[in-house]
């Protein structure tokens, strides 16, 4: 059963396949129940199985599904513009298809944890993919901004965040892709949606440009955000890594990557600890590149309580890793591979002191044959977002600028801004 959001609307229930349980935000609390038919596949919800009975102290990893939905709905209480959050069900796998898009042995339906926010007027839609470790919830900072000019969708990942978490048992990169590709694809059925704008971060960025390359029909405008995956190792030879694959250090972490060894399983080692370390790590590491408008002391409490629950619990999509990117996360099938076959016109933007390469979409964009611009943000990271907001949302609303406005002939880049 589904509660969420902030002092608004909850809806609980079952729902058709192509709906989904929600509830929404603002004034006074409201509740509404899809009825399902004969034949349709009922909406998911937690059921009690899910749920860990014995009080968090007395757990080794202090998390459940509750923990995440409640943490997410106390982290999105920053944000002032209402919205509905939703479980938006995609089935067992795709029409017709004899294989399960997620290779589960169970025929249990799925869903996908999915928030959208309060628009005006017929804005363009706005589609929000988190990268590697994340969850929606990391763009806080932007809902906002971005809802004044968009009808902003925000969504977990299958195996992320509040989405179900099936067990990943893909063997290949191809299937692996499929994973995330195919399941975004029934969300976007179930949601009804198309000629959206799709951004993505990091590996989000990976998934959204090859869901791009395979449904160019659906996506109006392709925004990558510190993009994973343009390059491979061969295109990327460095000394350093080189350098240090040799070392007995080297061989040690090349072992457990390809051991799929994640980071979450390190926090979920860390059992009772592990909210310690988290802390530490988002304190480090979200502001440090900012232009002075670092994490509050609220936010960086709401965003360590969120960042921790999402990464402890159950494993699922983050087993990816070591199917899609080789050690020093170099892509094993690069969309520079692709850049020939691009249909959508992209804008790729990334922080100046982004640890991600972006010569490499620069190479790609030599091969494309539709608009590429790449931006760089000053004073902002590999999470430019959280960095530098407004000059993430100034890149944003410039690579849109063609959609907001069909009649602006404006090409020069926001002040501030750099083109690469």
Not at 53 to 67: G, Q
Not at 112 to 122: C, L, M, Y
Not at 170 to 199: G, M, V
Not at 276 to 285: F, K
Request: proline share 5%.
């Amino acid at each position: 059963m589904l509660t969420t959001a902030r002092g608004g609307r909850i809806a609980r229930g079952w729902g058709k396949r192509s709906s989904s349980t929600s509830s929404v935000v603002p004034g006074g609390m409201a509740e509404s129940a899809g009825q399902s038919s004969a034949g349709e596949v009922p909406a998911v919800r937690v059921s009690s199985s899910t749920r860990w009975l014995w009080p968090s102290v007395l757990r080794w990893i202090p998390t459940s599904t509750d923990h995440i939905i409640a943490s997410e709905k106390r982290l999105l209480s920053l944000v002032k513009t209402p919205y509905v959050q939703e479980q938006v069900n995609i089935g067992s796998g795709p029409q017709g298809s004899k294989v399960r898009w997620f290779r589960s042995s169970s025929n249990e339906p799925r869903f996908i944890n999915t928030v959208t926010f309060d628009s005006k007027g017929e804005a363009p839609t706005l589609v929000m993919v988190h990268g590697y470790g994340a969850s929606q919830g990391f763009f806080f900072r932007n809902f906002d901004a971005l809802a004044g000019h968009f009808q902003v969708i925000a969504i977990d990942q299958l195996g992320w965040g509040g989405s179900s978490r099936p067990d990943f048992t893909c063997k290949s990169t191809e299937e692996t892709e499929a994973w995330f590709i195919d399941s975004f694809e029934e969300w976007r059925k179930a949601k009804n949606l198309s000629n959206f704008i799709l951004l993505g971060h990091s590996f989000g960025g990976y998934v959204a440009a090859k869901y791009a390359l395979k449904h160019p029909e659906h996506v109006r405008q392709l925004v990558l955000v510190g993009p994973a995956g343009f390059s491979s190792e061969q295109e990327n030879k460095s000394e350093w890594l080189t350098r240090f694959r040799a070392t007995w250090q080297g061989a040690i972490v090349n072992h457990l990557w390809e051991s799929n060894f994640t980071p979450q399983k390190i926090v979920r080692g860390f059992g009772p600890w592990g909210p310690e370390m988290v802390r530490r790590y988002t304190n480090a590491r979200f502001g440090s590149y900012s232009t002075g408008n670092v994490l509050t002391e609220e936010e960086s409490k709401l965003m360590t309580d969120y960042v921790y629950h999402t990464l402890a619990a159950k494993a699922s999509g983050e087993l990816c890793l070591k199917y899609i990117f080789s050690f020093g996360a170099f892509a094993r099938r690069p969309l520079l591979h692709s850049a020939s076959d691009w249909k959508v016109p992209t804008t790729v933007i990334y922080g100046c002191e982004d640890w991600m390469d972006y010569q490499g979409a620069q190479r790609a964009r030599e091969d494309m044959k539709v608009p590429c611009e790449i931006i760089r943000v000053p004073q902002g990271g590999h999470f430019v977002f959280i960095d530098n907001p407004s000059g993430f949302h100034s890149a944003v609303l410039h690579a849109c600028r063609k959609l907001l406005s069909p009649d602006l002939d404006a090409q020069s880049l926001p002040p501030g801004l750099i083109s690469a």
